[in-house]
């Protein structure tokens, strides 16, 4: 297994930390359940920029500085570690189209299509398990009348939704004037793979 370089982990703290001071700014509040922000936006950049397994780690990291800071509300402790650990991380699965953004990036538009792919992927993959775990752990929140399965999924749906459209639009403006911020320099991926061998 490659060793992780010590730029993409710089990185990925960086970034980190950057989408919890963004997660802090005021968000869309809709309900007390669902609300939307950009926030994922850094997270995006490490995928797009180094790929899975640094943006797995970066999502990861966000969710670790989410209980530091005491930001976070819980019932157990396996709601704890859905909701605050495996789906922030889960937000690095853009990091699949790693390659693809970086074989395109002097082809504006199938740069583009790639970043909103991500984000999507991205966002569907970490609501997915914050859906889980509104089922399992949020539905007794339920309005009278209305599942625990509905309830998630439109707390959870429409929170994705939002999500997804204002990561993408903030990454497409990025994406277009500034293709070079999501450039992995081949200097840094270089030295990394000789350390790794």
């Not at 730029?7 to 007390?32: G, N, Q, W, Y």
């Not at 970086?102 to 199938?110: A, D, V």
């Not at 984000?119 to 775990?133: Q, T």
Request: aromatic share 16%.
């Amino acid at each position: 297994m490659k060793k992780m370089g010590l730029v993409p982990m710089i990185e990925a703290s960086f970034f980190a930390a950057f989408a919890l001071i963004l997660d802090l700014l005021p968000s869309i509040k809709l309900s007390p359940a669902i609300s939307i922000s950009f926030a994922m936006v850094p997270i995006f950049i490490v995928a797009f920029r180094w790929g899975l397994r640094m943006a797995l780690v970066s999502g990861f990291l966000w969710g670790l500085l989410q209980v530091v800071t005491g930001d976070v509300y819980y019932l157990t402790p396996i709601q704890f570690a859905i909701e605050y650990f495996i789906a922030f991380a889960f937000v690095g699965f853009a990091g699949l189209f790693y390659k693809a953004v970086q074989s395109n990036l002097n082809n504006r538009k199938k740069l583009l299509s790639w970043v909103v792919l991500g984000v999507v992927v991205g966002s569907v993959a970490r609501y997915f398990w914050h859906f889980v775990a509104g089922v399992i752990f949020w539905g007794e929140y339920a309005p009278e009348g209305q599942s625990a399965f509905m309830y998630s999924l439109i707390a959870n749906g429409t929170t994705m939704i939002g999500a997804i459209v204002f990561c993408a639009i903030v990454l497409v403006l990025l994406a277009g004037a500034l293709p070079r911020l999501l450039k992995t320099t081949q200097a840094s991926v270089e030295l990394d793979e000789r350390k790794a061998s």
